[in-house]
């Protein structure tokens, strides 16, 4: 688990520097695989007490686990766009709000259609199966960028912290967020090794999946700049895959925001969707407003933790810059938590939009990965606890939305 003194003893700054031979030494992918497997066990064991606990406290309520963790919350509206197609509205009896599915962008509902038909299980068993799978895939890359950047040991921890966030319980329920994350993690290490078509590709489908997922986007967009950028000042041949990749990028967000547009007849129908939910951006109002109720009032449990979870990633972003976290990475957390804390309404979901932004977390993975393995154990143990407890609260007993 340790890192190599080469990698240990090499400077920061020298680490990122962009990659330019063109056709760098490549392992085959079940050779990385086997380097990752400790992490995805380390997640998959984590996860799966996670399931394991809410689908027993599910029971004890008289709830069926499979409906909790499949038809929860979005869950509900992905499953049904999957069964019936885009066009259900809906005017609950409170408030003027105006829930309608255009809301929810395709590339979740269209996988579990399309699985579904040649897995004969049922669609909710479906969708979670994609929602696992796609975990797993997330925590490999998210593995693969820690081990890239910081060697071996840092990228076990960093899956671990990531798998011990307190809404991680998600990463376990029919939601985007897993897939989102898949999507993003080798997206970023794509752009990391300057492989420049697979991350434009990889962005494209990110942005099918949720609004944040331009984020991905984004990251491409500041990492082909930033490479382009340098071979200019070197005075090198430009590269052609890299504008390809900074001009396909945001294609699959800007394509269901158009397709919304022509569908509503106004080029900002899918903006006015959202409006109609509540979710509108007033760069930080509303979650301002939400601190200042929570210092002079009081709330639910989960409005504290999700007002510290904004905080930490604050915090946590401000020692990625310190700590000269590579460019792509800042720039999509920055995306992230721009759009988690400017967005109004459902305060306490906003721990779901940064559950993605992983690479918030690179400081504490290197600082705890120097610790010793006593250490570290005792750190992941306390947190699997609060995490595996809070995460089954959020999914049980909670009547906060997700």
């Known amino acids: 688990m340790g890192n190599s003194p080469a990698t240990a003893n090499r400077p920061l700054r020298q680490r990122f520097v962009p990659r330019l031979d063109p056709s760098p030494q490549r392992q085959p992918w079940w050779f990385e695989l086997r380097k990752a497997l400790p992490a995805l066990t380390l ?5 799966l007490t996670g399931v394991i606990m809410a689908a027993l406290w599910s029971l004890h309520v008289g709830r069926h686990p499979r409906s909790v963790l499949g038809l929860e919350w979005d869950g509900h509206w992905y499953w049904h766009i999957s069964q019936y197609g885009y066009g259900l509205i809906v005017h609950p009896p409170w408030g003027h709000s105006v829930f309608n599915d255009l809301a929810f962008f395709p590339l979740f509902p269209g996988l579990i ?11 909710v068993n479906v969708a979670l199966l994609i929602a696992w799978t796609a975990a797993l895939v997330a925590a490999w890359g998210v593995y693969a960028v820690g081990e890239l950047l910081h060697g071996r040991r840092v990228g076990i921890v960093l899956v671990a912290l990531w798998a011990l966030l307190p809404h991680a319980i998600i990463l376990t329920m029919a ?5 989102m994350t898949a999507f993003a993690a080798w997206s970023l290490y794509a ?3 300057r492989r420049w078509l697979t991350a434009g590709t990889l962005a494209v489908l990110a942005g099918l999946c949720r609004p944040n997922g331009v984020a991905v986007a984004a990251a491409v967009i500041a990492g082909a700049v930033a490479h382009l950028w340098h071979l200019r000042r070197l005075g090198m041949p430009t590269a052609p895959c890299a504008w390809a990749a900074a001009a396909a990028a945001p294609l699959g967000w800007l394509g269901y925001i158009g397709w919304v547009g022509l569908r509503t007849h106004n080029p900002l129908g899918y903006f006015h969707v959202q ?15 939400t601190f200042k109720h929570l210092i002079v009032g009081h709330d639910t449990l989960v409005v504290y933790v999700t007002a510290a979870i904004v905080l930490g990633a604050l915090l946590l972003f401000l020692f990625c810059v310190l700590d000269k976290t590579p460019l792509p990475l800042l720039t999509y957390c920055a995306v992230l938590i721009v759009m988690a804390v400017g967005g109004t309404h459902f305060f306490s979901s906003k721990p779901r939009f ?3 932004a992983f690479p918030l977390l690179l400081p504490l993975a290197v600082h705890l990965a120097r610790s010793r393995l006593r250490t570290i154990t005792v750190l992941l143990t306390a947190s699997g606890c609060v995490s595996l407890f809070y995460g089954t609260y959020l999914l049980t007993i909670s009547h906060r939305a997700l």
């Open 113 to 123: 259609r399309a699985v579904d038909t040649v897995l004969p299980i049922g669609s």
């Open 191 to 193: 752009v990391l090794t």
């Open 275 to 289: 409006s109609l939910w509540g979710s509108r951006f007033d760069f930080g109002h509303y979650t301002a407003h």
């Open 175 to 179: 939601y985007t967020e897993p897939v």
């Open 354 to 356: 940064l559950l993605p």
């Open 43 to 47: 997640f998959a064991s984590v996860r």
